[in-house]
């Protein structure tokens, strides 16, 4: 089924990064473990996605959305001032420059999209930081469709913000008080929400989790930001190609599509996770929210509660692609603390003018911490996507420092 | 029809044997470790007339779960309960008379593998499964482990199947067919949704396994109108709600105790 379609992206020979495999599997990990209320929703899913992305027309449209409405393409910004710092050349491709602010803006245009195509009148989304809720709030009012966003009590009180934003869109928030409050148990209860309205309701799933189709189509509608990077380093560098490729990963969506775009070149994935949401490179093997992946858990299997700084990282797993990438060592996975992603927002704002969102300071510490080792030798060229402003954490910012 | 007498498990041909005789079959559930004497709900279900018992491995993340499921999953998991302890709670029980099924999350049965969490299970004298995040196309992997342990897991049929889908849902399935009855989450509802007669019938139109009703069976007027379309019923979180109000055995042997009479009511003449 790999790139018969003239319009499919390019991957490497071995397919990594391509369509997932048989029943949604990206090698062992993915699927669709969804309860079976839900199983033909995704079915529906999954057809009318494999229609739309080979119709020209579908992608235009989304094309237009992402270029008038979204205000793509983003700039890819070099960092002179860190660079000198730091001895390496940083670039950062500008997804806090999109409308609403993060990247989560390109995924939900096109599942809004897919639900007009699908029929259905009413989005439901899980939110953590209120990034994605925002944005689906967003896609909703701008197409006509209602919204139902369902997100942690725990989140609604750091990101009162964002909550305000949702509703002054139009759209429905839920607070969801189970569990730890948080990103985890607001996706547990979009899925029970999902079960009894599939068939008004399409579920705009935020990351690159969930039951297939949803890991392998939420990158693919944020591949927009490593095809677009691509082609600016086609400008900017004499080889075309950054040796490092970085972004945070939370479930990991702006690293699925940042890495989407580099998967056929030798460039290095890095991708960067909270100290205490850290499911690719701490999580063991299980099944939640419908795949198959890597997930923290304790010595019984429950799964244990993520805890980091910023909201979008607090999830105690990582999507299948991400664990697939992991095994097949094409991506590696490290961890930054709180207090490194604090200080990496607070070096960006002092260096570049660039308040970054809490979650994509993750990135940055990374890159801070290895510049110069053997990790990240001197010179080399880095890619850092900046996932999305911090403007929605500046209250958070101000009780630190 | 599939001619599934041949592979029937002890489950199964326990519940065959009872729903030949005309009666209407009960399957309560319970947490596991909900509380400290949790066991003695067990007891009290078989004296109530339950011809199956459900124990539920309680999971973090019930995601098919409503309130009060989860709820006594979290409170169960707050005193402790685990796999490993429910179980050996299990194992160390005389014999109730009646097949004991569990229930969990696939996470769970992953944690130790397949094979494992299955002759684990069979060691505590655990003869069922029910899995409902594991739809019948991932259910491969634990088909294979259970069959080898000799536990038969039991799949879910959902208002939203389609017919062929339900065909091979009923062909895999062991022990007995769990039809959901409605497209939401476990919880108590007030009446019986009207999708339950509709995906009942269209399952006995493919299997002449036992089929059980679940999903918001609160009330013995529920429990009869189910009746008449199904073998039996699943009675979960009306149990667990009296539980987390604080009922004890004996309130709910009585309450369970009126199911009974009300499937008795509806009773098929015998095969």
Same mark, same amino acid.
């Given at each position: ?38 199983? $033909? ?43 000198? $710092? +730091? ?9 806090? +420059? ?14 809004? +999209? ?22 689906? /709030?967003?896609? /909703? ?125 030798? /460039? ?6 909270? $100290?205490?949401?850290?499911? /690719? ?12 992946? +890597? ?107 | 029809? !599939? ?13 065959? %044997? ?15 470790? =909900? ?14 007339? %339950? ?18 499921? &989860?709820?006594?999953?979290?409170? %169960? ?24 099924? #569990? ?6 049965? *992953? ?12 060691? #505590?004298?655990?003869?069922? *499964? ?19 342990? @000799? ?11 389609? &017919?062929?889908? *339900?065909?091979? =849902? ?29 995906? !009942?019938?269209? =399952? ?12 918001? =069976?609160?009330?013995?007027? &529920? ?6 379309? #199904?073998?039996?019923?699943?009675? @979960? ?14 309130? *709910? ?11 008795? &009511? ?6």
């Amino acid at each position: 089924m790999r790139n018969l379609l003239p319009w499919r992206e390019p991957v490497p020979p071995d397919g990594t990064m391509g369509e997932p495999g048989t029943r949604g599997r990206f090698g062992e990990y993915g699927g669709r473990y969804a309860p079976e209320s839900l199983v $033909e929703a995704c079915r529906e899913v999954d057809q009318t996605f494999r229609e739309a992305w080979a119709d020209p027309g579908f992608r235009g449209d989304l094309a237009r959305l992402l270029a008038l409405h979204a205000g793509r393409p983003t700039p890819l910004t070099p960092a002179r001032r860190l660079s000198e $710092e +730091l001895g390496v050349q940083l670039y950062l491709k500008r997804e806090d +420059l999109t409308h609403t602010g993060s990247h989560k803006i390109n995924n939900v245009l096109g599942q809004a +999209l897919l639900a007009t195509r699908m029929g259905r009148r009413r989005l439901i989304a899980e939110t953590g930081a209120g990034q994605h809720g925002v944005a689906t /709030a967003t896609a /909703a009012a701008l197409l006509g469709l209602e919204a139902t966003v369902f997100m942690g009590e725990r989140d609604i009180e750091r990101q009162a913000l964002n909550v305000f934003r949702m509703r002054m869109l139009g759209a429905e928030v839920i607070p969801v008080i189970t569990g730890s409050r948080t990103l985890k148990d607001a996706t547990s209860e979009a899925m029970r929400h999902w079960v009894g309205a599939t068939g008004d309701s399409h579920y705009c799933v935020g990351s690159v989790i969930g039951p297939d189709p949803y890991p392998w189509m939420v990158r693919e509608f944020q591949r927009v930001i490593g095809d677009e990077a691509r082609g600016q380093f086609a400008a900017e560098l004499r080889t075309g190609v950054p040796d490092h490729v970085v972004a945070c990963v939370g479930g990991g969506s702006n690293a699925a599509g940042t890495f989407a775009g580099f998967a056929d070149t030798p /460039a290095r994935l890095v991708g960067v996770e909270a $100290e205490g949401g850290a499911g /690719a490179a701490r999580g063991r093997l299980g099944v939640l929210h419908g795949c198959r992946s +890597l997930f923290l858990q304790d010595d019984d299997g429950q799964i244990t509660q993520a805890h980091s700084i910023a909201a979008g990282l607090d999830y105690p797993g990582v999507g299948p692609e991400h664990a697939h990438l992991r095994d097949l060592g094409r991506a590696r996975y490290v961890t930054v603390t709180d207090d490194e992603a604090v200080g990496a927002a607070v070096r960006l704002a002092r260096t570049e003018g660039i308040v970054p969102a809490l979650e994509s300071a993750h990135a940055l510490a990374w890159v801070i911490r290895a510049a110069g080792g053997g990790e990240l030798p001197s010179g080399s060229t880095v890619l850092m996507t900046l996932s999305g402003r911090g403007d929605k954490d500046v209250s958070t910012l101000k009780e630190l420092l | 029809m !599939t001619n599934s007498t041949v592979a029937a498990g002890a489950v199964e041909r326990h519940l065959r %044997a009872r729903r030949d005789t005309g009666r209407g079959l009960l399957l309560p559930y319970v947490t596991g470790g =909900i509380t400290p004497g949790w066991t003695d709900y067990l007891r009290a279900f078989a004296d109530a007339g %339950a011809d199956a018992i459900e124990v539920g491995l309680p999971f973090s993340d019930p995601t098919l779960d409503g309130v009060t499921i &989860q709820e006594a999953s979290d409170r %169960a998991l707050a005193r402790g309960a685990s796999v490993r302890r429910i179980l050996a709670d299990l194992a160390g029980l005389p014999d109730l008379g009646v097949p004991l099924v #569990a229930s969990t999350y696939y996470n769970l049965v *992953l944690h130790d593998g397949p094979g494992a969490f299955c002759a684990a299970l069979r060691r #505590a004298g655990v003869g069922g *499964l029910i899995v409902p995040d594991l739809p019948v196309h991932e259910a491969g992997e634990l088909s294979d482990a259970a069959t080898a342990a @000799g536990v038969e897991p039991a799949l879910l049929a959902s208002p939203a199947t389609p &017919q062929p889908r *339900l065909a091979e =849902i009923s062909r895999r399935s062991r022990g007995f067919v769990y039809a959901v009855s409605l497209m939401g989450t476990t919880g108590e509802r007030a009446v019986l949704a009207a999708s339950a007669a509709e995906l !009942t019938e269209r =399952i006995r139109r493919v299997t002449d396994r036992p089929v059980l009703l679940g999903f918001g =069976i609160s009330t013995p007027d &529920q429990a009869r109108e189910a009746r008449r379309h #199904a073998d039996g019923v699943v009675v @979960g979180a009306a149990v667990m709600r009296r539980v987390l109000d604080g009922a004890g055995p004996d309130d *709910l042997r009585a309450f369970l105790t009126t199911l009974r009479e009300a499937l008795d &009511q509806e009773c098929d003449p015998p095969r």
